[in-house]
Each structure stands twice: as C-alpha cells, then as structure tokens.
C-alpha cells in the first residue's frame, strides 16, 4: 500500500535513542535545549520552546498572550480541530471564517475582516497545505485592528519566512509531517518575554526544571503562574535533532514530486482540482486536489485502495463535526464547505519515487473515468 504519509526514521533515529537511554536522563535536558536552539537557527529565530504537541504551542501562546474569558479569536473551519480547541482552552470563543478560494484554501483576509469584533485579540493564520500565506496582507490585518497574529506552523516546518508574521508560530512534530518526533511541537516568536513565559508555562509555571537543578546543585524552585505538564522529553528531541538535519533534502524531494503530480494531474486528470499552482514558498506538506462536482469520494478512495494507494481528507470542516455544530448552529461557510466535500489527499513524502506518482495518477485518472460514466 502506498501510504498517504510515511515517517523517515532509519539507524541514526536508533543511535540517538540508544545514546539517550545509555545517558541515563530521559526527561527534559540538554537533548531538548539543544533541539531548541537548532531548530530556531534553522529558521532564522533567536530562540524557541519545545513542547509535547503543537496543540500544546498553541495552548502556550494564546495563554500567554493573556487571551482567555470574553474574547474572541478568528479561526479557519479548515484546519484540523485543535486549532479552534486551542481557542476554547483559554476559555475564549473562536470566530470561524472562510477560505479564499478553492485554490487558494488559506483563509480570506477579507472574510476575516468581517469577523472582527471589539472583543478580537487574535487570528490563527493556518498556512494549509505547507504553503506560506502572504505576509504583508496578514500583517496590516493586524496592523489596522491592534490584533495578535498566530501561526498554526504545523504543515510548514524549514521554510523561510515562517515564524515571522505575528506573536508567534506553532510546530507540529506529528508522525506524518515533514519531520517528526513521533508527539511532539516547538514554539517561535520573537518576543524574548513571550517565550520566557511559555517555557514557564510548559513546566507547571515552575521557576527550574530538574535538570536545572540538577546543574545548580539546589533544590530550591518557585511557581510563578498555573501552568501545564507540556514538556518535551529527551528521547523526542533525539530524533528530532537527526531528523532536523535532513529536513532540507526532504522538503526538495516533496517538491520534486509535487512538481510531478502537477504534469501528470494536467496531462491525465484535466477536471481535477490542484490548488496553489501558483509560486509560492510551501513545505509542500500534503497533496490535496479537488475531485469533480458529483463525483462520489468515497467510491474514488475505495478504487485508489484497491489501486494500492491510500488516500485520506484534509480536513472535514471544523463548524461541521458535532461539538462545533451544536455550538455554532446556522453557520455557513460556503468557499469552506465546498472544499471540504470535493477535497481528497494523495500520497506524498520523501520515500516515494517519481514512479509512484505516475500510479496514483493513472489510477486516479482511471476511477474519475468510472465514475463520471456513472453520474
């Protein structure tokens, strides 16, 4: 089966681990403030906060911000569900928008615009897909209303410019993202204060962690705020560490093979949808194309599987799934809602070869075809 999303872990993974093991500290230290420091030079930041999840980041940046009772925070309806629950841990409501465009699915400025509220502290800008939003409308948004920008950087890892629009950004280590620590996430900002606060925030609003007090040879320690348990631990940012390394080369390779899916997605499957096929800097995260109006989805996924190629949704839209629609009843996002119905993902990542390209497409060319003879 070719897979939608394929971890690349190998030897150096297994060294790394076992060095961590045979160190004999496995919770928060050394490991995870080096993976910290790494991972901010790669993006150009000063500094960073590693945590146990990007759901966590996003938790520690809006409570960090002081959001919380009363205020409001706009948020895409395409996004997977923890972008709008981050909202609702701080006890703030989330303003649901719609997207631009079918190919252009990040959402619209001007569709956010007209959600703002004096209650609006924030936007969580979603850069769907791995592809960068633009910068200077997102930041005179912002501008304009004295409102807090966010980055859910889950799709976007290695990519310039990334961690630069706003109070900060959110990384996903996820098993299925560019690179990965199997659970895991990382905070950027370039707000010393603001990560100062996170990183107390992600240990129980602790004054010291215990490696620190290990090296300070006190057991003294002071709590400040309430905090969480959103620690990243060694053995995680081990691997991260080696994968960090070879993100670059993984990012090329999706490239190379979404260049490919668009020639041969032109040249076969000329009713399919491919957003962005314009050229904007993207971690080319996931391949997500729009199926035909009519065309049963499921009947596509089921032929692909039988094909050998695994296919999956990104994403059923938030206000849709129960817990959202009992509380946003009558809300219609209409740019949103068509996506979401029309919208199948195929496999990309790094251990694919051009070869398997061609398969998708043919098979997806040849259930299209089916299906069109039926509808």
């Known amino acids: ?17 076992c060095e961590t093991i045979d160190s004999g500290w496995i919770t928060m230290g050394a490991r995870v403030r080096r993976f910290e420091e790494n991972f901010a030079a790669r993006h150009g930041a ?15 940046i809006l409570a960090a911000l002081d959001i919380g009772p009363g205020d409001e925070v706009v948020v895409p309806s395409l996004t997977f ?16 928008a719609d997207i631009a465009a079918l190919d252009y699915p990040i959402l619209s400025v001007a569709a956010v615009e007209a959600r703002i509220t004096p209650r609006t502290r924030a936007v969580i ?11 200077a409308a997102w930041q005179d948004l912002a501008a304009r209303h004295g409102i807090h920008l966010v980055e859910d950087a889950a799709h976007v890892i290695g990519i310039e410019g990334v961690g630069t629009y706003g109070a900060a950004a959110a990384f996903s280590f996820y098993g299925n993202k560019n690179m990965t620590t199997a659970e895991g996430g990382m905070i950027l900002s370039r707000s010393p204060e603001l990560l100062e606060r996170t990183r107390r925030l992600r240990g129980h609003g602790m004054t010291s962690g215990t490696f620190e007090r290990l090296n300070a040879r006190t057991a003294d320690y002071d709590v400040t705020m309430l905090g969480f348990n959103y620690r990243m631990d060694e053995l995680r940012a081990a691997i991260g560490l080696v994968q960090l390394e070879r993100l670059d080369a993984w990012n090329a390779k999706r490239r190379l093979l ?5 020639a041969a997605l032109a040249r076969d499957c000329p009713k399919i949808l491919m957003p962005f096929m314009d050229e904007g800097a993207s971690a080319h995260h996931i391949m997500p194309v729009l199926l035909p109006k009519g065309l049963s989805r499921k009947a596509v996924s089921i032929f692909l599987r039988e094909a050998g190629v695994q296919t999956t949704v990104h994403y059923p839209p938030v206000h849709h799934l129960s817990f959202y629609l009992d509380r946003f009843p009558g809300l219609s996002l209409p740019v949103t809602e068509e996506f979401c119905e029309r919208e199948i993902t195929l496999p990309l990542h790094p251990a694919m070869e051009l070869a398997d390209v061609t398969t998708v497409v043919t098979a997806l060319a040849r259930a299209v075809q089916l299906q069109g003879a039926l509808t």
């Open 258 to 262: 979404r260049d490919a899916y668009a």
């Open 81 to 96: 569900v923890a972008t709008a629950n981050s909202v609702l841990y701080v006890g703030a409501t989330p303003v649901f």
């Open 125 to 135: 800008l979603v850069h769907f897909a791995g592809r960068l939003a633009d910068r």
């Open 46 to 60: 000063a500094d960073a906060v590693a945590v146990g999840s990007c759901t966590a980041a996003l938790h520690l």
């Open 1 to 17: 089966m070719l897979l939608v999303a394929q971890p690349e872990l190998g030897d150096a993974e297994k060294r790394a681990l």
